[in-house]
């Protein structure tokens, strides 16, 4: 699986290319495939690509500023975690889909950035405020997507070191 050396954080698209809504829902599928805790199903995803909600996400933090290079994005919802047979693993859970996003955008040779809205009490609650979540439901993070500006951002770069795998102690 290429994909998983090649993947890069990308944070300038072009923004004359739209990503249909058919891939950004079969990214979405993608991502439910990932592993769940007791298969708790605690994942919900909000598809954006109105400019004006791009916009207003922008603005959340200092890590969000790069959604205004880019015309659509994937917002992670976890639900109600008093819902949820294992709650204390659905941060796990829901980073796994995440990551089965940014692995299958990839593929695709789509770009995509995770930027990070949990744990955050004041980014969650304005990510919620904005996209009217609610029912205890919180965004978790949000996906940047789009067409790269440039192709050449995947180029495998080896972030391996020998030094970092143990044998049977730390």
């Known amino acids: 699986m290429d ?11 072009d923004l004359e290319k739209k990503i249909s809504y058919e891939i950004l829902y ?3 599928k993608y991502a439910e495939a990932a592993p769940s805790a007791k298969g708790q199903k605690g994942r919900e995803y909000i598809i954006v690509d109105d400019k ?13 500023m790069i959604l205004n290079e ?12 008093q819902t949820l047979p294992k709650p204390e693993m659905q941060a796990q859970d829901l980073s796994a889909a995440v990551e089965n996003i940014l692995i299958q ?3 695709l040779n789509l770009g995509s950035c995770w930027c990070g809205i949990y744990p955050i009490k004041e980014r969650i609650d304005a990510v919620n405020t904005i996209l009217n979540i609610n ?28 030094d970092l795998v143990h044998h049977n102690r730390g």
């Not at 880019?70 to 975690?81: E, Q, Y």
């Not at 050449?152 to 080896?158: G, L, P």
């Open 3 to 13: 994909e998983i050396l090649l993947r890069r954080s990308i944070r300038k698209y």
């Open 26 to 28: 079969d990214l979405c």
């Open 52 to 64: 004006s909600l791009i916009d207003k996400l922008a603005l959340v933090a200092k890590g969000t």
């Open 70 to 81: 880019c015309n659509t994005l994937i917002v992670v919802v976890g639900k109600d975690p």
């Open 105 to 107: 955008a990839t593929k």
């Open 135 to 162: 029912d205890n439901r919180f965004a978790f993070a949000i996906i940047a997507l789009g067409y790269p500006k440039d192709m050449s951002d995947f180029k495998e770069k080896n972030k391996f070191s020998d």
